[in-house]
């Protein structure tokens, strides 16, 4: 947490030009971000734009709501399931399959004033 909070310090209030968006690559390391991105002063949407990778657990007692990167975690639980079952059936034989699932853009809040009121 305070690795997260010192990397958003030198790269929101030591850079000439503010970024006007943050990615988070998963949700604690979304939460860390944006409790140090309030620390700061910052706002979602109004002074940066903030997107997550994965749904923070506890999403709907954020305001504003926060966009989010969200996998098909149930659809990634039932194909790592079938992939062991095969395994099993076939006494362990390792071949070797990649399966690629979509991840959905839920556009909330965090991103919507942003998009529409500034270019990105």
């Known amino acids: ?12 209030l030591r850079q000439k030009y503010k970024p006007t968006a943050l990615f988070a690559t998963n949700g604690v390391t979304g939460l860390c971000a944006l409790k140090s ?16 990778f994965d749904e923070l657990i506890a999403e ?3 305001q504003p709501r926060i966009t989010s990167v969200v996998q098909p975690t149930y659809e990634i639980g039932h194909r790592v399931v079938e992939v ?32 529409s009121g500034h270019p990105l």
């Open 1 to 12: 947490m305070e690795d997260i909070h010192a990397v958003c310090q030198r790269g929101l």
């Open 37 to 52: 991105l309030y620390s700061l002063g910052f706002t979602t949407p109004d002074s940066i734009a903030f997107v997550t």
């Open 60 to 62: 709907d007692f954020f």
């Open 84 to 115: 062991l079952f095969d395994r099993i059936v076939h006494r362990g034989a390792t071949s070797v399959s990649k399966v690629r699932l979509p991840a959905t853009l839920v556009v909330r809040d965090s991103l919507l004033t942003r998009i």
